[in-house]
């Protein structure tokens, strides 16, 4: 009954690697994020989305691109990976009522890239 | 340039006893504040948040919460931990109108028993 999945939970890839992490949530809300999480910086925004169709630049957007298809599914793309995005990854989906404050996020993807 | 700090990386506490974790931020107008809990291997959970009106706000499982723009502040505390409590905890700020979370790098509580 999770209400964001993100899979797969754990991906090894090579470098210059194609990979795409996936996230799906049912909570209705309007407002999806990716970020990356890394010992020493918190979690930083990768790429956001306010609904089917729409992608907004967050932080650290160098090497990823994202696709929100529907309300519900957010897509990561690390179409040449580096060792550098080697990190966890978390998908996040918020209300707009709430103005993205509150934000209810999956159980992350590890991601390693050799 | 909209930056939270939270100056301690680990606290350690026993249980039954209180904890403060603080928090820093520098913005000049108008925010929404919030503090997520994340176990270890999950993702993170909303805790609490304040935007206007009472500067402490209540939070799930005793957490509460107090902003103080004199500080610049917004400190998480609890009266009496559990061994549960054992967590990083995550500041956040944001900007009026929502976009997305500028996160904290995270303070590890650790509760001993």
């Known amino acids: 009954e999770a209400a964001v999945t993100q899979s797969p939970r754990n991906k090894v890839t090579v470098t210059g690697g194609n990979v795409t992490l996936s996230c799906r949530q049912t909570n209705s809300h309007n407002y999806m994020y990716w970020y990356r999480q890394d010992t020493g910086h918190g979690l930083r925004l990768i790429h956001y989305s306010y609904g089917a169709g729409n992608l907004q630049i967050g932080d650290v957007p160098d090497g990823y691109k994202a696709t929100r298809t529907t309300q519900e599914d957010f897509f990561l793309l690390l179409e040449l990976a580096s060792p550098s995005q080697t990190s966890l990854y978390f998908c996040?989906?918020?209300?707009?009522?709430?103005?993205?404050?509150?934000?209810?996020f999956g159980p992350g993807t590890r991601l390693t890239v050799l | 340039t909209q930056t939270v700090s939270q100056s301690d990386a680990h606290v350690t506490v026993f249980e039954g006893d209180s904890v403060e974790l603080r928090c820093n931020y520098s913005?000049?107008?108008?925010?929404?504040l919030s503090w997520y809990i994340q176990h270890h291997g999950r993702g993170l959970q909303f805790l609490l948040k304040?935007?206007?009106?009472?500067?402490v706000v209540q939070g799930v499982n005793g957490f509460k919460a107090e902003f103080s723009k004199s500080d610049s502040s917004f400190h998480l505390r609890k009266a009496s931990v559990h061994w549960s409590d054992s967590a990083v905890y995550f500041c956040a700020v944001s900007y009026q109108g929502g976009r997305a979370l500028i996160f904290g790098t995270g303070t590890t509580v650790s509760v001993s028993p």
């Open positions: 913005y000049g107008g108008s925010i929404y």
């Open positions: 996040a989906s918020s209300d707009a009522a709430t103005g993205g404050v509150e934000q209810y």
């Open positions: 304040y935007y206007s009106g009472n500067p």
